[in-house]
């Protein structure tokens, strides 16, 4: 495999990852749960992140801060400053540990058999669906 293949298997990862948590960010508004959309937009924003995804990345933080103005993330300038800090990082940590990529996968099954099928680029359709968390 070479580097390019390489780079671009880890783009895809991130880009599943950035719809799954995104679409559970939706799922969580639509039910009233602002702790889970908070935790599903971090994990989407730092998927965005790793994945090159800036806009996904800038609607994750501006949603999650105004969730919770207090919150450790608002002490950044901007996901990505976050996503350089080892306190941060620690706590996506964390919140990976709370719900996997797997995990996230088989809650969107039960919710949305099709969540996978993108019409369109992955980064807007994350952003329609963030669009909605607004």
Same mark, same amino acid.
């Given at each position: 495999m070479d580097a390019d293949s390489h780079l671009e298997m880890?783009?895809?990862t991130d880009a599943r990852h950035m719809l799954a948590f995104a679409n $559970? +960010? +939706?799922e969580s508004l639509q039910k009233k749960q !602002?702790?889970?959309e908070l935790r599903f937009l971090l994990l989407a924003g730092a998927a *965005?992140?790793?994945g090159g995804y800036p806009n996904v990345t800038e609607q994750c933080y !501006? @949603? *999650?801060v105004s969730i919770n103005p207090h919150h450790l993330l608002a002490k950044y300038d901007s996901f990505a400053d *976050?996503? @350089?800090s080892e306190d941060f990082l620690t706590l996506i940590s964390r919140l990976d540990r709370f719900c996997t990529y797997e995990h996230a996968e088989l809650l969107l099954e039960k919710i949305n058999p099709n969540w996978q099928e993108v019409s369109g680029d992955v980064e807007t359709q994350c $952003?329609?669906?963030l669009g909605h968390t607004s």
């Open positions: 880890y783009v895809e $559970l +960010a +939706a !602002q702790q889970g *965005a992140c790793r !501006q @949603r *999650a *976050a996503m @350089r $952003l329609e669906i």
